[in-house]
């Protein structure tokens, strides 16, 4: 099958090496962000934050504090990516875009708040779990608008969560969920790495 969206889930693979030479704009790592927060949210709660560290001195910040991974300082930007501990209490804010603009019933918003506080309230693993959740979609998001727009990512946990969200003042309600490099390819990068096959990962009941 020939589509798009399939030649970049064929295409992208995990860049090592970046380019050091080649930087990216304002513009392309706002509309990173900007496609990265078209991911889908639980009850569309959005409880995500995205620290683009881009100059070299905050760079080398995070690079101390991230195993010392070159491509920090070699790609164009690292993005923080942070899902927040949340519950209920923020939908009526999140929703009311959705309400105003006629997707949904004003009279339903009580419901989804019901069913988020029956989830998330005083529940800090599953509201962490969430925040995983969110930040790792957004994540898998912005990995593939950056693949359509020529540029290359390096998803990493290779980093000490206490120190990047203490030197990058992140909030108690914070997680630092993983950093994804971004930024131009040099040559001699690996191809994508072949998968597990299908019959030991896949069921069909
Ligand atoms: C959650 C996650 C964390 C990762 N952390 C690191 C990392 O800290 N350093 C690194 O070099 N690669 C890291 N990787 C990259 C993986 O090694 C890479 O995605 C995997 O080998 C598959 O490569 P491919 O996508 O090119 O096929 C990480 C990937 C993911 C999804």
């Known amino acids: ?3 798009p969206i399939i030649e970049a889930i064929e295409g992208r693979r995990t860049i090592n090496l970046f380019d050091p030479s080649r930087s990216v704009s304002d513009e392309q790592i706002g509309e990173l962000v900007r496609l990265a927060t078209k991911a889908p949210t639980s009850f569309n709660l959005q409880n995500w934050r995205f620290i683009a560290v881009r100059s070299p001195e905050q760079k080398a910040r995070l690079r101390k504090v991230a195993w010392d991974q070159a491509k920090i300082t070699d790609a164009a930007v690292t993005f923080i990516v942070c899902g927040q501990l949340t519950d209920e209490r923020v939908l009526a804010e999140r929703l009311a875009p959705v309400v105003k603009a006629g997707i949904m019933p004003a009279p339903m918003v009580a419901g989804w708040e019901a069913a988020a506080k029956s989830l998330y309230r005083d529940q800090p693993w599953r509201q962490r779990d969430e925040a995983i959740r969110t930040a ?3 994540a898998g998001t912005m990995l593939f608008a950056a693949h359509a727009m020529g540029l290359g990512t390096a998803p990493m946990i290779g980093f000490d969560p206490e120190a990047v969200s203490e030197q990058f ?12 490099a971004v930024g131009y390819a040099a040559p001699d990068n690996w191809p994508q790495k072949p998968r597990r096959p299908l019959s030991q990962v896949f069921e069909l009941v």
């Open 169 to 180: 003042g992140l909030g108690p309600d914070e997680i630092p969920v993983l950093l994804l």
């Open 1 to 3: 099958m020939s589509h």
């Open 136 to 138: 790792t979609f957004a």
